[in-house]
Structure formats: C-alpha cells, structure tokens
C-alpha cells in the first residue's frame, strides 16, 4: 500500500470516528434513568432534585436557569435539535436523564399547533369557565390542556392567568376568571389541578398586577400591601394553594416602582416566604430586566434570552455577587417541580394524536354550563322546535364563532371559518368553525332559518321585521396587546341591535364577546344571552341553550357596568386614543408606551361589585347574575360561629335546573368594609319541584382582614352578616353570626 493510500485511509476512518462522535454527541446514548439515584420515587421531590443538584457543573446549572422563546416564530433564531414548536424551550441535561423543558402557551387550549400540523382544542374563555362556577368543570378544562399537550410532546403549560378584572376594558379579560379572588382563585386552581394530574408541569400568571394591556411592560401600580393581600394577590395565594403549580409566571409591569419580575416584596417576601411557594418563578417573555437583582429579589428563570441568566448570572456567581446557594435554589425550584409534578418519571413522549371529538365533548360541557342568560322577558326563551321563522343576524353566525387572540390564540381546524385559506395574524380575529346557524336550523328542520350578515342595520330591519323572533349576535375581539377603550360593543353593532329591535319586538341577543359590554338597547330587546367565547362547540352549545335542550345556569363573575362613568376609573391608566393612522381595530388602546406612568388603585379591594355595592350604584347586570328556564326558592338559612352555613333551594319551576347558590358575608363594621365579599358557592342541581338542603363551610381566610402590624391575616371579633342567594344583588336570606 502506497504512503499517500495509508495516509488517505487514515484520514477516511479519522473522519468516520468524527462523524460518529459527532452523532453519539448529538444523540447520546439513552442515559439508563432508571439507575440514577434520583429516579428512585420512594424519595421526595425535593429530597431527589437535590441529588440531582449535586452532580450539576456550574455551567449545567446556568443552562437550566433561562431559555430560548419563540424561536419557531423568529427567522433565523437558533433553534434545539428537540425543540418542540412552543413559545419556550429550557435545554435539559440528557446525561443525568434530565428532560428539556419545552413549554406551551395554553390559556385557552394549544397554541402554535398549525405550524407543527397539529390539532388543538379550543376551549371557552377562561372568564366563560368562570361563569359555571363548577371547580369540576375547571378541573375539566385543565384536564383537556393537559393531556393535548402531553401529546403533543410540551411538559409545561405557560397558562393559568388569574389576573382580576379591575378594569373590564383589559384586553385580556378572556384569559382570566373574573373579578372575585375566590372564584377566581378556585377556577384557576382547579385548573391547575386538572392539567397537572397529565404529568405536565402547571403554571400561574401574570404575578402580579398585570390589569391592563395598556404600557402593560412600563405601567406602575401603585396599592397598598393590605388591599393588595385581600384582592389580587388572594387569587394567586388561593390558585396556588388549591393546585400546587409548577411556576409562578411573573408580569411586565412594575409594582411600587420595581418590576415585578425583580420585586423582592412580591417574589421572596409574600410568595416564598409567606406562602412557602416551593416550585420556580419564571420572567414573562423578555420581562427580566437585571440578573443580580432579580436573581436576589427571587426570579429563578430567565424568558427567553440569556442576556440576564446566561453568562452575566455565571460571573455573577462566581464574583459572589449572587450567592451560589442563590443559583442552586434556583435550580433546585425547576428540578423539584419536574418530579413533583411526574414530568420527569412520566416524559410526554407523543404515542398517539390528540383526540379531537372528546376534546370538542369536554368544550360543548363547559360552554353550556358558562354561558349565561342575562335577560328573559316574557318567556320568550327557550324556542319552540316549531317556531315558524327565525332571522338569524350579524358576527358571522352564519360561518363561524368568534376566539380570543394574542398569545392566547388556538389555531382553528381547517384556518379561520371566514376567511378559508388565510394565514391568521397577531391581532386578527380567527373564527372557528362553528356556525350557530347550523346547529340553530338543526333544533328548528321546519322552520324558516335565515341568515344576514347585519353590515346594514336598515336592511337587517327589514330582513328581520317578519320572523318569529331575531336572533342578533355581536361580538368582540380582544387580544393581548391591547385594551378596549371603551365598553362599547365594536362596529356600530349597537346600532344593529337597535334598528332590528324596532323591527321585531322579539328579538334575542347572542353576545361573543371577550368583556362585558354596555347595552344601550338592553330595555329594547326581549332576550340577552352572554356566550363569552364559547369554543370549538360554540354554536352546538348556543343552539342548544336558545332552544332549551340545556337549561342555562351559568352566572356572572363580573360585573356589567352600564357605563365608563360607573367604573372606579372611568379610562384606563395611560390610555391614548388610537390615532386612525395607529393600525389598531376600531376602540383599542394603544399597546405601548416607552415612558412609565403610574396606575394607581385609589380603589383598593373596591373594584367590580364591591365597587357597586359600596358606591351604591345600579350595575347593568350584577356580579353572580344569570337566569334560568326555571326558578327557585331560598329558606331556612342559619349559619354558626364554626363558618358553618345552612340552607335549603327549591326549584319552583316546572323544569330541571341547576342553580348557583352564593353565600356573601359583610364583615363586623370593624373593618371598615361597606360590602360584602364572596365567600361560598354551590352548584345544585333540582328536579322540578324539587328541594335541597345545602350545607357550606366558609374558609376563615376569606372572612380574615390582613393585618400590615402582624404582616399576617386575622379573624375580627363582632358581628358577621351572612347572606344567601342568586346573586350579588338578590340575597334573600340573612343571618347575623357573632365570634368573640
Ligand atoms: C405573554 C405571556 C405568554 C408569553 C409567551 C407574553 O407576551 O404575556 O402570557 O405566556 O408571551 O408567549
């Protein structure tokens, strides 16, 4: 063999070893897990994040700690070989068994599931879940997220936003559950709950404060610690108590002057230490602003980037700056969450697609229990399988059914319902294929169902005049990013509304709306149903509601003003009106602002009905409201010093209903409150005639003042007034109960 052959050859297998090298690197040999010492389950989860710490090198350690994002979305951003297509990604650490963390927005079911052909169910909006009042139907939604996304290969969900409704303009209202930190808290805990039991790592946003889209990244609220305790903050302390999620998603706004996501008094003081949250704080998307102070103040997770918690967080440590019990902490709180939770024993390999018809099955459930019957006059609810005619108007009821957007945005089967073939957009509204006026010619086969699109209110009049009834939907689209200026519905829908209520003095009105909306028309028309965003069975589940297949029970959990002037602040912090050049859809306020400025609670825990309540001011519709196809009766009420509370519904109807029954209690005068607070809540379900004992037990935290002296929460000695019934503004039972 020639000299230059041997050499060729040596050069050949040199490369081959390479090339093998390279492959084993890329791919390395699966680590037997099974082995480790940390895989051992009869451990706990700290006990076992802890061995895994031990074997981290300083440089492992930093890669847990921060991420990429959204790099599908960016051209030419680098991208893991096992990315999973979501909005972030955590590299994990194969040779300890350790899985990339590969998360997902999931507000309302999967997002980014066109681009990897992908099926998501698009649940109702978290607000409408709210609307049922049922933890078991919560429980449900998660569920749903959870096993998708397990399928789809994500262990971590980024949803979970519990963010109140101060302001009923907030572009993201649709995300979250409402205005009560005890409903809300319960729904979004429940929630948690539901997604976590699939393995998939929970999480709970946007801590804290995050009210408005408006110069949300420089907006600072300003709130005193004790009202904060008792409203905002309760809902994450109860979301986080009721189901344990892996993070705690911090916002883009600044509280008392310091961003959240570096805000020692929010992240260490209340949420580590008073709340002994043991899982990990994550930053929003590019919501890290420094590493030494934010590592101090308690972040344990940069999004995306690593400008922060890359390198500059290494030097950090190994200057001292950062203690190295800091960055250790940190990673413990991720490793600890990915074995409490299963992820780590129980990986999301995707063994099979996700089920769409159950998915469809558990949204029509939820929807029909969240959409709620504002307005019944005269019976006209439900339809008669035999009505004769029904003008069917507006919001594109003929195609579709109306989503949310922004990061909360589900892709819809088949592409947007009215727009087939049309790539969806940031700030578009996407339709999704499910048309109320299908489902609302299925109940009714030989009535007269017409469709018109209501472009022409004088048209759609005309088009109305003769029907038996007019259905007329409006809706709404809200998207993160951007708030409503107004509660007005968009499009010179009131004006729909009006000219076809004129026409026919039986006319209904479907709203799909994101918010709660003013109703310039709401004495004009004869029903009001609200569906929120309904979901991918909407129209299935609006059909069967108008039509009685399914009695309505949902209610309210916020409050409808009649208008701006009502609210505690009558514009939103910062607004400015959208200038016609802005690109903005018609009433949205503008995004952002490079200058901070101040939000400032002069409310305090005075915001939604306990604003209405104290200020004694007639809300549109009440917090708690919502009718149904029967009636019902309250008697019987006692209630003890024990937070034991007693009662008895009836259904006084003629059909089966299940009905919301709220408890309320007004604080001893102590306090200083001039409202009462939820405290209690129970779906009962009645047959006709039918009556039910129900006994509640009130949580002494949500009849405890926090006290700023003790940095605790207390019980006041004195006299409790309990009330009992339909809503917020009809309570027809009292009872007074002393603790001393
Ligand atoms: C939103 C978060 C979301 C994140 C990732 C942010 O703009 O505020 O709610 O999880 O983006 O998409």
């Known amino acids: 063999m020639t000299p230059s052959r041997i050499a060729f050859i040596l050069c050949l297998s040199a490369a081959t070893f390479t090339v093998a090298n390279a492959q084993s690197a890329k791919h390395p040999a699966a680590p037997d897990t099974k082995s480790m010492p940390w895989m051992n389950t009869t451990l706990g989860p700290d006990e076992r994040a802890d061995l895994v710490l031990k074997q981290l090198t300083l440089d492992e350690k930093i890669q847990l700690v921060h991420g990429i994002g959204w790099g599908p979305l960016r051209e030419g951003a680098p991208v893991p070989a096992d990315n999973n297509g979501g909005a972030g990604q955590v590299v994990g650490i194969p040779r300890l068994g350790i899985p990339s963390i590969q998360q997902a927005d999931s507000a309302v079911g999967a997002r980014m599931a066109a681009s990897q052909s992908r099926y998501a169910t698009l649940l109702p909006s978290v607000l409408g879940a709210a609307s049922s009042w049922d933890p078991e139907a919560a429980h449900l939604y998660g569920d749903v997220i959870g096993r998708e996304l397990r399928a789809e290969g994500y262990n971590q969900s980024i949803g979970g936003g519990v963010d109140l409704a101060r302001d009923p303009r907030n572009g993201r209202l649709f995300e979250y559950p409402g205005e009560d930190p005890v409903l809300a808290g319960t729904t979004v805990g429940h929630l948690i709950l539901g997604l976590q039991g699939n393995n998939i790592m929970g999480d709970i946003k946007h801590y804290a404060f995050n009210d408005q889209e408006t110069g949300r990244t420089v907006v600072d609220v300003h709130l005193a610690h004790k009202a904060a305790h008792e409203s905002d903050l309760l809902a994450f302390q109860l979301?986080?108590?009721?189901?344990?999620?892996?993070?705690?998603?911090?916002?883009?706004?600044?509280?008392?002057?310091?961003?959240?996501?570096?805000?020692?008094?929010?992240?260490?003081?209340?949420?580590?230490?008073?709340?002994?949250?043991?899982?990990?704080?994550?930053?929003?998307?590019?919501?890290?602003?420094?590493?030494?102070?934010?590592?101090?103040?308690?972040?344990?997770?940069?999004?995306?980037?690593?400008?922060?918690?890359?390198?500059?967080?290494?030097?950090?440590?190994?200057?001292?700056?950062?203690?190295?019990?800091?960055?250790?902490?940190?990673?413990?709180?991720?490793?600890?969450?990915?074995?409490?939770?299963?992820?780590?024993?129980?990986?999301?390999?995707?063994r099979f697609v996700v089920d769409p018809f159950k998915g469809r099955d558990d949204a029509q459930h939820?929807?029909?229990?969240?959409?709620?019957?504002?307005?019944?006059?005269?019976?006209?609810?439900?339809?008669?399988?035999?009505?004769?005619?029904?003008?069917?108007?507006?919001?594109?009821?003929?195609?579709?059914?109306?989503?949310?957007?922004?990061?909360?945005?589900?892709?819809?089967?088949?592409?947007?319902?009215?727009?087939?073939?049309?790539?969806?957009?940031?700030?578009?509204?996407?339709?999704?294929?499910?048309?109320?006026?299908?489902?609302?010619?299925?109940?009714?086969?030989?009535?007269?169902?017409?469709?018109?699109?209501?472009?022409?209110?004088?048209?759609?009049?005309?088009?109305?005049?003769?029907?038996?009834?007019?259905?007329?939907?409006?809706?709404?689209?809200?998207?993160?990013?951007?708030?409503?200026?107004?509660?007005?519905?968009?499009?010179?829908?009131?004006?729909?509304?009006?000219?076809?209520?004129?026409?026919?003095?039986?006319?209904?009105?479907?709203?799909?709306?994101?918010?709660?909306?003013?109703?310039?028309?709401?004495g004009q028309v004869s029903g009001i149903m609200e569906a929120w965003y309904p979901g991918i069975a909407g129209g299935q589940a609006i059909a069967n509601l108008l039509f009685g297949t399914v009695n309505p029970s949902g209610k309210l959990p916020i409050t409808f003003a009649k208008s701006e002037a009502d609210l505690p602040h009558a514009e939103i912090f910062g607004l400015a009106r959208p200038k016609s050049d802005a690109g903005l859809p018609e009433h949205w306020a503008e995004q952002h602002k490079d200058v901070s400025f101040p939000a400032n609670y002069t409310e305090g825990v005075r915001f939604g009905y306990k604003w209405f309540d104290s200020e004694h001011k007639e809300p549109l519709f009440a917090f708690g409201h919502g009718l149904s196809y029967t009636t019902y009766a309250y008697s019987g009420l006692t209630g003890d010093a024990s937070g034991t509370v007693t009662f008895t519904v009836r259904n006084t109807g003629s059909v089966a209903g299940t009905e919301i029954a709220q408890v309320y209690v007004q604080l001893p005068t102590a306090s200083g409150e001039n409202f009462r607070r939820l405290v209690a809540w129970q779906r009962v379900p009645l047959a006709p005639g039918e009556s039910k004992e129900v006994t509640l037990k009130v949580d002494p935290l949500f009849v405890s003042v926090f006290d700023t002296v003790t940095d605790n929460w207390k019980l006041l000695t004195g006299e409790y007034t309990v009330s009992v019934g339909s809503s917020s503004r009809d309570l027809p039972l009292t009872a007074k109960v002393t603790l001393h």
């Open 239 to 350: 979301g986080i108590r009721i189901g344990h999620p892996a993070s705690v998603m911090c916002s883009y706004n600044k509280y008392e002057g310091d961003w959240t996501c570096e805000n020692d008094w929010l992240l260490n003081h209340v949420l580590k230490d008073q709340w002994k949250f043991p899982g990990f704080v994550v930053s929003d998307w590019e919501a890290t602003h420094s590493t030494v102070k934010a590592a101090k103040a308690g972040l344990d997770m940069q999004m995306p980037g690593e400008e922060y918690f890359g390198a500059p967080l290494k030097q950090a440590v190994q200057s001292g700056e950062v203690p190295q019990a800091r960055l250790d902490d940190m990673v413990h709180r991720i490793l600890r969450s990915l074995i409490a939770t299963g992820a780590l024993d129980n990986p999301s390999t995707p």
């Open 366 to 522: 939820i929807a029909e229990e969240s959409i709620v019957l504002l307005k019944n006059d005269k019976g006209i609810l439900p339809l008669s399988p035999s009505i004769h005619s029904i003008a069917v108007i507006g919001a594109h009821a003929d195609a579709g059914i109306m989503s949310g957007g922004g990061s909360a945005q589900v892709d819809a089967p088949g592409g947007d319902a009215i727009h087939p073939g049309q790539s969806t957009k940031w700030g578009q509204s996407v339709y999704f294929p499910s048309a109320p006026l299908r489902y609302i010619r299925e109940h009714a086969p030989s009535a007269k169902v017409e469709f018109n699109d209501g472009a022409d209110p004088a048209a759609a009049a005309n088009f109305a005049r003769s029907a038996d009834v007019a259905i007329v939907f409006a809706d709404q689209y809200m998207s993160e990013g951007a708030d409503s200026s107004t509660l007005a519905l968009p499009h010179r829908q009131d004006a729909l509304i009006e000219a076809v209520a004129k026409a026919n003095p039986h006319t209904v009105v479907v709203l799909v709306t994101g918010n709660p909306v003013s109703m310039p028309w709401v």
